[in-house]
């Protein structure tokens, strides 16, 4: 018997995967690690016939599936509240699974539905890299909602999920009729272009101590995944970095009074090998801060509730009586609690989180000529003012809805962009009326 896996959407979090009853494989996967998708959760737009290109490079880490089963990564899209359509898998086969399923077809004539699209891994215990390449098409009804990425490794990508990574926010204007649209002029204004960026590196380190060892744990993938962040920042010609803070966050664990400034030195240790590791390290040692935050409970709680874990209720009840007071107080009350040597052995984080955040200022396009330019060569370089100015200066209205639709890529709640584009997709007879979806 065929079963479908449960589906349930939590607010704050998206879509999150749950038990079934039973699956293909019993496969024990440990699934701490994510796989993760090039570009990063980014805006899709379908076109008037809803479709929309999806092209990506989806990462798998190292030991994610075994050598004896079979991943799925399956494309979902959703809605707010369920699951809207599912897309064509990436299919990866480790080696004993196709041996398994060749053996099958020569005794029994058994037949593999996924023969003609499986990929075959020789080793499941390196870092695969996969390209997605296909055209999807949205249902008809379909405005706003996410393209999620399933993985699954029960050798039929029914049964039991792994975990779920978001692909993208998929939006277009809803249509209505009946509804008269006015063109929307912008005047353009000069502001300041400020970005942001943030991430988490967990990092292992020795008790008590703040050096880092490159050698424990995935040290150094996540110092690589900071420098990955960063780092293009500091080699664009447009952009120049104003801000970098490193932060690390206190353990709950133990007296506070120690744990903080252990916490920072940890900041410090991971600000070193960034300089160290980055063009004109000298500069921005200028601007950088390090500091530390506690990291309080709540982690330790949401490990229990996600677990599954019913005495998650004795440390909830702590941190909510105790809300107004210090980690050290808190914790005087969890380690009185009968369960304590089970939060210590099952919960208490190995790894140190380390965040990070940084801003930026990207160089202003103040000339028609320089935005029709550099449109060309750095649309993601673009304000919303500045994709707005080169609409109402492009002749050509097919050129003129193209760039609308960039600007509702990078800027789907530009209201002036939604609207002018739907009375162009009306003009060219492909929707009745368009309503900006607000």
Not at 237 to 250: D, E, N, V
Not at 348 to 357: A, D, F, G, I, P
Request: glycine share 4%.
């Amino acid at each position: 018997m065929k079963l479908k896996i449960v589906y349930q959407v939590i607010a704050g979090v998206g879509l999150a995967l749950l038990t079934v009853m039973s699956s293909c494989s019993k496969q024990n996967i440990v699934s701490d690690k994510k796989i993760t998708c090039t570009p990063d959760s980014f805006m899709l737009l379908p076109d008037s016939s809803n479709q929309v290109a999806l092209n990506l490079q989806v990462h798998i880490p190292k030991h994610y599936f075994s050598k004896r089963s079979r991943l799925f990564v399956i494309p979902v899209l959703t809605d707010s509240d369920s699951i809207v359509a599912k897309y064509k898998p990436i299919v990866l086969d480790a080696p004993i699974y196709r041996k398994k399923m060749e053996r099958k077809w020569v005794l029994d004539s058994i037949a593999d539905p996924y023969d003609s699209i499986a990929q075959r891994v020789t080793n499941t215990k390196v870092d695969l890299s996969v390209l997605y390449n296909d055209t999807i098409t949205l249902p008809a009804n379909f405005h706003k909602g996410s393209l999620v990425a399933v993985a699954s490794a029960d050798g039929c990508g029914e049964c039991r999920a792994i975990s779920y990574t978001k692909i993208a926010d998929v939006f277009r204007p809803e249509i209505k009729k009946q509804l008269h649209l006015n063109w929307m002029t912008h005047t353009f204004e000069i502001k300041p272009k400020i970005r942001e960026g943030k991430g988490v590196a967990r990092l292992e380190f020795a008790i008590n101590k703040y050096d880092i060892n490159l050698k424990m744990s995935n040290n150094q993938a996540e110092l690589d995944h900071m420098l990955s962040d960063i780092a293009p920042v500091l080699s664009d010609s447009l952009a120049t970095l104003t801000s970098l803070g490193i932060y690390g966050l206190a353990s709950a664990d133990g007296p506070l009074k120690f744990n903080t400034p252990l916490s920072r030195n940890r900041a410090n240790s991971a600000l070193k090998w960034l300089l160290a590791h980055i063009e004109n390290g000298d500069k921005v040692k200028k601007i950088a801060r390090i500091g530390s935050r506690p990291e309080g409970w709540q982690p330790v709680l949401d490990a229990m509730v996600a677990a599954g874990d019913a005495d998650s209720t004795m440390v909830k009840n702590i941190l909510t009586r105790y809300a107004n007071f210090s980690d050290d107080v808190q914790e005087r009350y969890i380690r009185r609690l009968p369960i304590w040597n089970n939060i210590k052995k099952k919960y208490l984080q190995k790894s140190r989180s380390v965040e990070y955040t940084y801003t930026y200022i990207i160089k202003n396009f103040t000339t028609d000529e320089e935005m029709l330019q550099m449109y060309e060569l750095r649309p993601d370089a673009f304000s919303e003012d500045e994709f707005l100015h080169v609409a109402q200066i492009t002749e050509s209205a097919e050129k003129q809805k193209q760039v609308y639709e960039t600007t509702l890529k990078y800027y789907p709640m530009s209201k002036i962009a939604a609207n002018n584009l739907a009375i162009l997709l009306e003009k060219e007879g492909k929707v009745d009326v368009a309503e900006i979806t607000e």
